[in-house]
T-cell receptor, first 119, second 116 residues
């Protein structure tokens, strides 16, 4: 099956620093990747949709200058949390949607998540 | 706009008992419906999905769900619970057609507890 990886799985940083999270589709090409945020015991909230080679589309209320998304290739998208603050602490999950060449066209494959803790 | 309501944030069943997790949706167009399972500190794993065709959908690990348009429901069931089924379950809906970026809207989740 399609595998999506995230790195790192866990990161602790100081307030004011920036953190980069990588999302990779390991065995398929993903034209679209999604970034979600999940607070403890809550549901996933879509932050942005990332399309390869174009600017990400952010959901309402998500600061695009704070959460920088880059989708430079068909297998890699990165989320950078800039000037992180304690309220940015959360579980960040990415998903990847297969391009028409493989995988179910209407299925998203999820990464294992990255737990960010900002001190 | 699409939305999902999961009734019951926490469900507890005995091992071997029927599992029923409820999901109701709201959608302006025929929906695609999904159930995902999440184990602690992990991402989501697709259990099953409904797109078109047969309204009773069978998924992995013995789970199934039935799409009922008249009731706008997509409840998840399993005849006999196993201890390994203990996890968080999310129902999700997508309105976009296949071939476009399918934005998922998730319910708030139901935590399933399985007791001996």
């Amino acid at each position: 099956g399609a595998v999506v990886s995230q790195h790192p799985s866990r990161v602790i940083c100081k307030s004011g620093t920036s953190v980069k999270i990588e999302c990779r589709s390991l065995d398929f090409q993903a034209t679209t990747m999604f970034w979600y945020r999940q607070f403890p015991k809550q549901s996933l909230m879509l932050m942005a949709t990332s399309n390869e080679g174009s600017k990400a589309t952010y959901e309402q209320g998500v600061e695009k200058d704070k959460f920088l998304i880059n989708h430079a290739s068909l297998t890699l998208s990165t989320l950078t949390v800039t000037s992180a603050h304690p309220e940015d602490s959360s579980f960040y999950i990415c998903s990847a949607r297969a391009s028409s060449g493989g995988g179910a066209i209407d299925e998203q494959f999820f990464g294992p998540g990255t737990r960010l803790t900002v001190l | 706009a699409q939305s999902v309501t999961q009734l019951g944030s926490h469900v507890s069943v005995s091992e071997g008992a029927l599992v029923l997790l409820r999901c109701n949706y709201s959608s302006s167009v025929p929906p695609y419906l999904f159930w995902y399972v999440q184990y602690p500190n992990q991402g989501l794993q697709l259990l099953l999905k409904y797109t078109t065709g047969a309204t009773l959908v069978k998924g992995i690990n013995g789970f199934e769900a039935e799409f009922k348009k008249s009731e706008t429901s997509f409840h998840l069931t399993k005849p006999s619970a196993h201890m390994s089924d203990a996890a968080e379950y999310f129902c999700a809906v997508s309105e976009e057609e296949a071939g476009t970026a399918s934005k998922l809207t998730f319910g708030t989740g139901t935590r399933l507890q399985v007791t001996l």
